[in-house]
């Protein structure tokens, strides 16, 4: 029997080895960077955030059936690689509108974001800046579009409408975007009607949140969050200053129900700039905004919080770009919660995915650091991905492509 030679430790070496550090006091910011996945992130956000908060980001309309199917066709790509390709230089930019994007991940209309953190869309819009991304405004938010350009005026911004029951009010906020530099409208058309949200209704969601009996207990169990939220500016939509209603209430005012085809030839009239359509959901539609002329579409079932059993716009992907690719950019969201969801999309024929879910994660977990590590994340992942398949640029990720599998 062989034996290994004893001998008296190295104790240089064995010094080398040690790696102990201070504990920080920043425990959070030390949780966020040690996060490997957008899960981790969510999981700390839980934590963070009273549960009415996280149920508004996490949950989508009647049994969440939507979102989950969008969850599950990521789950059956397969991904196509080519070996013995230099892959030492990666380059995952593309240009959108004439100027070049570092990442084809860009950054969805979400609304309420001070909701979820108090500082809300201008710390993600500053996260956009940094990486070259675009960043894309809610009729909804938080802020409005002139305070979003005064506070992060270095970022690309889209702002994204709905068609208002009221067209004075729809006229108001794209005057105040056009004069505030926004680059481009996206026009969500898949909500005539809210969507019924279960999680929303049994805990009734307001904003601002109302004070009960059940609020000074969440209080006590998230000081900080409810810290931030009575020490700084009235949390309020930036566009409907004033009203207190129930999101439900609030829907039934805005949306319009009677929105059709013509008020997009209406809104290209007074846009004069590039329009992306957000919210499509089968081929027919998308043939006939092409036609339109639109600059692009969103295949959208928005996040699985409208139409329940709704498409799964990563399956109708293939065929809408292949209709209609060369005459509109093709976008996707809805479940893209991994630079390998990004990568997947794109490799089946996508300009670009949008993300919401996955950066509000970030920003419930910890503010404009957290956002800033969801990119990090996600952009590794991305590039890893490129290279593991031998694409060094996007032209090569989508001429490589990526399937389906049946099961």
Known sequence: ???????????????SLIDWKIPSIHRNRTRITRAMTISDLAKIAKKRVPKVVFDYVEGSALDEVSYSRSQAAFDRVEFTAHALRDVSKIDPSIEIFGQKVD?????????????????????????????????SLSTMGTTSPKE??????????????????????????????KDSGFEALILTVDTPVSGIRIRDMKNGLTIPPRIRLSTVFAIARKPI??????????????????????????????????????????????????????GVQNLEDAKRLAKMGVDGIILSNHGGRQLEKGPVPLELLPEVVKAIGKKADVYIDGAVLSGQDAYAAVAMG????????????????????????????????????????GARNIAEVQKTGARLRNS
């Open 225 to 278: 969050w409810w810290l931030n939220l009575f020490t700084t500016k009235k949390l309020e939509f930036a566009a409907f200053r004033g009203w207190n209603k129930t999101l439900v209430e609030l829907a039934a005012a805005i949306f319009d129900p009677a929105t059709k085809f013509e008020d997009l030839k209406w809104l290209q009239s007074v846009w004069g700039g590039p329009i992306i359509v957000k």
């Open 103 to 135: 990442l084809p991940i860009l950054f969805s209309p979400t609304g309420y974001t001070r909701f979820m953190y108090h500082v809300g869309e201008p710390a993600v819009a500053n996260v956009a800046a940094k990486n070259n991304l675009i960043y």
């Open 1 to 15: 029997m062989i034996k290994s030679k004893r001998r008296f430790p190295d104790l240089p070496h064995l010094v």
């Open 148 to 177: 979003l350009a005064d506070q992060v005026p270095q970022a690309r911004r889209w702002f994204q409408l709905y068609v208002m029951q009221n067209r004075k009010d729809s006229l108001s906020v794209i005057k105040q975007a």
């Open 350 to 389: 996508a300009k670009a995915v949008f993300i919401g879910r996955a950066y509000l994660y970030g920003i419930m977990a910890g503010g404009e650091l957290g956002v800033e590590r969801v990119i990090e994340i996600m952009k590794r992942d991305f590039i890893n991905t490129m290279a593991l398949t």
